[in-house]
């Protein structure tokens, strides 16, 4: 088993963690194309790449073979996301138990949502029914000394602008801290495009009492469909005046709206430089161009 270095250290290692986020591909062109890009991306020696979890079961093998032949193939450390949902305790078992005896340091430990394609999904009869039950799930497994390389580094979900379901942002805040106190080490953020959201929320998690590394999520707007697509989500992102001002003119003109994209992403991530964000998590698409070209003009490549 190699030496695995626990996520507080990495996070430590560097003033900024530089890190990107995959999804599992469908096809096998999709995966060669998405490792032709992972490999691209490993030019700029990012902290760790994580890997998104599906609903359905075959999405979910594909997340763990990702994260394999990231292990297998880069020097980079693989954060595979787990969903809690519809997920019995011995099925997170079984998951926790491979990726300990694989080498795996870190998970981000998250609830999920229930499949799209089953509104009627009771959640009361889940084993697991919001993520601070599988971060202590987690915390337990490390406890009882079950991971041959140390203990799970456990990452968990944060919502500058608020989660939807639960629109008091104090009681959203006293959820937040329930999960960092149970054992996480740092939070990634939720997607946002107007930095006083992100810096709000870590004034808030301050005032809250919680010290973990805040990882700002980022995602350079790409296209006008992408953008539509995002505002529809059930955690919709709020685009800010400052980033349609700029991209309005280009809605014919995808080359444009994309370069557009990258100027503004650029600028929102020289700015939370500036104020000492903990780390940027670039939500990559599976794409490199965009967050190469950004981590370039920002010197962090
Ligand atoms: C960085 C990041 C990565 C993600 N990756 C994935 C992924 O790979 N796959 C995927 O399916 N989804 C993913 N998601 C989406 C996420 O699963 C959903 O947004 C989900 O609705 C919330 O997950 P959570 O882990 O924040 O849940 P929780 O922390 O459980 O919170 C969910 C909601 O429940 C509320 N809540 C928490 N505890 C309680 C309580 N005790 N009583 C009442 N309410 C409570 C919270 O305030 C919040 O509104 C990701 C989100 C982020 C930000």
Same mark, same amino acid.
């Given at each position: 088993?190699?030496?695995?270095?626990?996520?507080?250290?990495?996070?430590?290692?560097?003033?900024?963690?530089?890190?990107?986020?995959?999804?599992?591909?469908?096809?096998?062109?999709?995966?060669?194309d998405?490792?032709?890009?992972?490999?691209?991306?490993?030019?700029?020696?990012?902290?760790?790449?994580s890997?998104? +979890? &599906?609903?359905? $079961?075959?999405?979910?093998?594909?997340?763990?073979?990702?994260?394999l032949?990231?292990?297998?193939?880069?020097?980079?450390?693989?954060?595979?996301?787990?969903?809690?949902?519809?997920?019995?305790?011995?099925?997170?078992?079984?998951?926790?138990e491979?990726?300990?005896?694989? $080498?795996?340091?870190?998970? /981000?430990?998250?609830?999920?949502?229930?499949?799209?394609?089953?509104?009627? +999904?009771?959640?009361?009869?889940?084993?697991?029914?919001?993520?601070?039950?599988?971060?202590?799930?987690i915390?337990?497994?490390?406890? *009882?000394?079950?991971?041959?390389?140390?203990?799970?580094?456990?990452?968990?979900?944060?919502?500058?602008e608020?989660?939807?379901?639960?629109?008091?942002?104090?009681?959203?805040?006293?959820?937040?801290?329930?999960?960092?106190?149970? $054992?996480?080490?740092?939070?990634?953020?939720?997607?946002?495009?107007? *930095?006083?959201?992100?810096?709000?929320?870590?004034?808030?998690?301050?005032?809250? &009492?919680?010290?973990?590394?805040?990882?700002?999520?980022?995602?350079?707007?790409?296209s006008?469909? $992408?953008?539509?697509?995002?505002?529809?989500?059930?955690?919709?992102?709020r685009?800010?005046?400052?980033?349609?001002?700029?991209?309005?003119?280009?809605?014919?003109?995808?080359?444009?709206?994309?370069?557009? &994209?990258?100027? +503004?992403?650029?600028?929102?991530?020289?700015? /939370?430089?500036?104020h000492d964000?903990?780390?940027?998590h670039?939500?990559?698409?599976?794409?490199?161009?965009?967050?190469?070209?950004?981590t370039?003009?920002?010197?962090?490549?």
């Amino acid at each position: 088993m190699r030496h695995i270095m626990h996520i507080t250290e990495i996070l430590k290692k560097s003033s900024t963690s530089v890190s990107f986020e995959f999804f599992p591909p469908k096809s096998e062109k999709a995966a060669s194309d998405l490792f032709s890009a992972i490999k691209e991306l490993e030019a700029c020696a990012p902290t760790f790449v994580s890997v998104t +979890y &599906g609903a359905g $079961g075959t999405t979910r093998d594909r997340t763990h073979e990702l994260v394999l032949k990231i292990l297998s193939d880069t020097s980079i450390p693989p954060v595979p996301h787990l969903t809690c949902v519809g997920h019995s305790e011995a099925e997170i078992e079984t998951i926790l138990e491979r990726y300990a005896q694989e $080498g795996v340091g870190t998970v /981000l430990a998250l609830r999920g949502d229930p499949p799209r394609d089953q509104p009627d +999904y009771d959640r009361s009869t889940d084993s697991f029914h919001y993520a601070i039950d599988l971060v202590k799930f987690i915390k337990r497994f490390n406890d *009882n000394q079950r991971h041959p390389g140390g203990s799970f580094g456990i990452g968990v979900a944060g919502f500058p602008e608020g989660h939807p379901e639960t629109p008091n942002r104090m009681i959203e805040m006293d959820h937040l801290k329930a999960k960092v106190d149970a $054992g996480a080490d740092y939070i990634c953020t939720q997607l946002f495009f107007d *930095n006083h959201d992100l810096f709000d929320f870590r004034d808030r998690c301050e005032l809250a &009492g919680i010290s973990i590394p805040i990882v700002a999520g980022i995602m350079p707007i790409a296209s006008a469909a $992408g953008m539509k697509r995002m505002a529809e989500l059930a955690a919709g992102a709020r685009f800010p005046a400052a980033l349609i001002r700029r991209v309005q003119d280009f809605a014919d003109s995808p080359q444009d709206f994309a370069a557009a &994209g990258i100027d +503004y992403a650029t600028e929102q991530c020289q700015e /939370l430089l500036d104020h000492d964000v903990a780390g940027l998590h670039f939500y990559t698409l599976n794409k490199s161009g965009a967050t190469l070209e950004i981590t370039r003009r920002l010197g962090l490549a």
